[in-house]
């Protein structure tokens, strides 16, 4: 057992690098023979698994069965939970993100994710937007950054709510805002992966719906996986689905169902692997 699988190729190449910030483009996720055991005890076993690009695609399954940590296999927030090992690989464009020598934070400004409940941090409205970009190594030149806070506040429908009190604490908002703010820092850094958790299940009726309109438009240009545990969000939102169930006391992967064009999912990863 490994800690983690070193790559074949560093993350260098991971899709929209090449042509430089803001011209993202939307990667396949594959995992292959992905396995993650705490100690002894295995939590995912074996899983194949590829998303199309651009798919918006749910995750669906029981309480315990590996969801969250799944998710987490893709951006490297595994790494911060001790005691975990994987074997296999996990690929973004055809790229493993699994190497020692991936820059982890340009990993996580390209695959964002939003949890449960939201982390805002105890700054300004304002900063919070920020905070990812004042971080990454991404040239945004200053005088834009006003610009992007807008851009992203609207695109989360958060604008009108916030306009006049952006220098107050994000602290101050209600959940359903604090969401959208989260979701807002995540999308300024443009990010060609969408990682989210159960998201909206805190959440009021009209911040759920901002949340999901704003996913539903990101179809096609960002590659989306939400987990949920109500199928008829999954079935407003996503374009594929994929259900987890466990066997023999660990999570995998039982099936995918492709609900529209333009999004899918399947088992098995290994014969339409992307190697550019
Ligand atoms: N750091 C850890 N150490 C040991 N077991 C863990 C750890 N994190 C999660 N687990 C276990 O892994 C299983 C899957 O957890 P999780 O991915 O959170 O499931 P889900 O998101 O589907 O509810 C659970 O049984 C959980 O108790
Ligand atoms: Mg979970």
Redesign the pocket.
């Known amino acids: 057992m490994v800690e983690a699988v070193r790559p074949s190729l560093a993350l260098g190449a991971f899709a929209g690098e090449a042509a430089g910030a803001g011209s993202a483009t939307a990667p396949v996720l594959n995992t292959r023979a992905l396995s993650v055991t705490?100690?002894r005890?295995p939590?995912l076993r074996e899983i194949d698994l590829r998303i199309d690009a651009g798919s918006i695609c749910a995750l669906l399954?029981?309480?315990?069965?590996?969801?969250?940590?799944?998710l987490?296999c893709f951006n490297r927030l595994i790494d911060l939970?001790?005691?975990?090992s994987l074997e296999g690989d996990v690929r973004i464009g055809g790229r493993s993100v699994l190497g020692r020598e991936v820059d982890v934070d340009q990993l996580r400004s390209r695959v964002g994710m939003l949890f449960q409940q939201p982390v805002v941090f105890p700054r300004s409205v304002y900063e919070n937007v920020l905070f990812g970009l004042r971080r990454v190594r991404r040239a945004v030149p200053k005088r834009e950054w006003p610009g992007r806070v807008e851009a992203v506040l609207r695109q989360v429908s958060l604008w009108d709510e916030v306009a006049d009190r952006l220098s107050s604490a994000a602290a101050e908002l209600s959940v359903g805002q604090q969401q959208r703010l989260c979701l807002a820092r995540t999308l300024a850094l443009e990010p060609e992966v969408l990682l989210m958790?159960e998201p909206t299940s805190a959440l009021d009726p009209a911040s759920t719906a901002a949340i999901e309109q704003l996913v539903l438009s990101l179809a096609g240009r960002t590659t989306v996986l939400w987990?949920t545990h109500d199928p008829e969000q999954a079935r407003r939102i996503a374009g594929c689905i994929v259900h987890?169930e466990s066997r023999d006391g660990a999570?995998c992967v039982g099936a995918c169902e492709s609900l529209k064009d333009g999004s899918l999912c399947e088992l098995g990863s290994a014969e339409k692997e992307v190697t550019g």
């Open positions: 705490a100690g005890r939590l399954g029981p309480s315990g069965v590996g969801k969250t940590t799944l987490k939970t001790p005691g975990l958790d987990v987890m999570g």
